[in-house]
């Protein structure tokens, strides 16, 4: 196992995500608690020594697997994370009684990492709200020694993450946020990390094979990799592309299976960087699919100057496009549903005046119908 420093710390390079732990019967509300315990005692005796869970994960019980199977070892051996549940707003105002069952439920007197969970457009304004006293609580928990070290995950905007350190920037450690090869350019992960790294925070990944789906690759993808490193497995390019990060310190994956577990063991033996030309044609390559995937956007903007409902038609092409080519997931619900009603696609008349307009000709009110479809709404 590779290990990354942080500040005084030795973190392993690969960290065990609790949030797609082994079911039962396809019910992600009931852990396989016998397959649990075996993949964490595997990846405790294999070197991982970072683990992360959090409050809704698995609706709850990820916690308490945690709490469960974890405690069997000295807790000076390892590193445990969860999260304040902030991605559900009626949670701001409970951070104290949560923060409790946290540590009661994690069977644990203290955190090593503690996060604010999910800042995105929907919930920034709460948690940077001082009437619910989330930062001053968890900072007076820091210096009881119950939360060792603080940061945040984010699926938001740039904007939004530069939003949240401009708030609170000089008492975070640490920045957890989607980080792949398809993600590189498709979610701004590049000015993500630009970002952090101006602010001098540390990287923590997750989704490094967005929810395994860069597991696999298309015939041409496959061929095109295997011709640059014969030897390298498809999975492991994506781990091979964050150890080519400056900045990258910790990269979780969410695995299920005791093979995905060995596996991804296995590629952390070494750190093997891409070189600039690997890195580049891989990049290019994801970029490729993504766009055969999605609608020609060029956000030109010039739809919206004819848009009656002045809707925000590049942001939404961009969301649809999110959707249709993961397959689904909740961010693109998820960033709708901040906004509001009168800017979502249920809002669009069909009137046509910005398909008038498009320079790439997008059927622009069949996408609108398209994506209501594809979110119930």
Request: with cysteine.
């Amino acid at each position: 196992m590779i290990y990354r420093n942080f500040q005084d710390l030795s973190l392993s390079g690969l960290g065990l995500g609790m949030m797609r732990l082994p079911v039962v019967n396809g019910d992600d509300n009931v852990v396989d608690e016998a397959a649990a315990a075996e993949m964490i005692d595997y990846a405790y005796h294999n070197g991982i020594n970072y683990f992360d869970t959090a409050w809704g994960y698995h609706n709850g019980n990820s916690e308490l697997t945690a709490g469960k199977y974890l405690s069997r070892y000295p807790r000076e051996t390892y590193y445990l994370a969860t999260k304040f549940p902030g991605y559900d707003n009626s949670n701001m105002p409970k951070v104290k009684e949560i923060f409790e069952k946290q540590l009661e439920k994690c069977q644990t007197p203290y955190f090593d990492f503690y996060l604010f969970h999910n800042v995105y457009e929907g919930n920034v304004d709460d948690y940077l709200n001082p009437r619910f006293g989330i930062m001053e609580y968890l900072l007076e928990q820091k210096k009881n020694g119950r939360i060792r070290h603080l940061g945040f995950s984010a699926h938001g905007s740039v904007e939004v993450i530069k939003r949240f350190l401009d708030a609170y920037g000089e008492h975070l450690e640490f920045c957890q946020i989607q980080l792949n090869y398809m993600d590189w350019h498709f979610q701004d992960a590049e000015k993500k990390v630009a970002l952090l790294r101006e602010a001098g925070i540390p990287v923590w990944v997750m989704e490094p094979l967005r929810g395994g789906k860069l597991a696999k690759a298309s015939e041409k993808m496959t061929a095109a990799l295997h011709e640059m490193r014969p030897e390298e497995p498809v999975p492991a390019w994506a781990f091979r592309f964050l150890q080519s990060i400056p900045g990258v310190t910790m990269v979780l994956s969410g695995m299920s299976s005791m093979e995905q577990l060995k596996a991804n063991i296995a590629t952390f033996e070494k750190d093997a960087p891409l070189t600039d030309k690997e890195f580049d044609s891989l990049v290019a390559l994801a970029d490729e699919a993504t766009k055969q995937g999605g609608l020609p956007c060029t956000a030109c903007h010039y739809c919206t100057t004819h848009c009656p409902q002045e809707l925000p038609i590049p942001d939404l092409i961009a969301l649809y496009n999110e959707h249709k080519i993961t397959g689904g997931g909740f961010i693109a619900p998820m960033a709708v549903s901040s906004m509001p009603e009168e800017k979502r696609p249920s809002s669009c008349v069909g009137c046509r005046s910005c398909e008038e307009v498009c320079p790439q000709q997008i059927k622009i009110s069949e996408m609108m119908k398209d994506f209501c479809a594809m979110l119930g709404m």
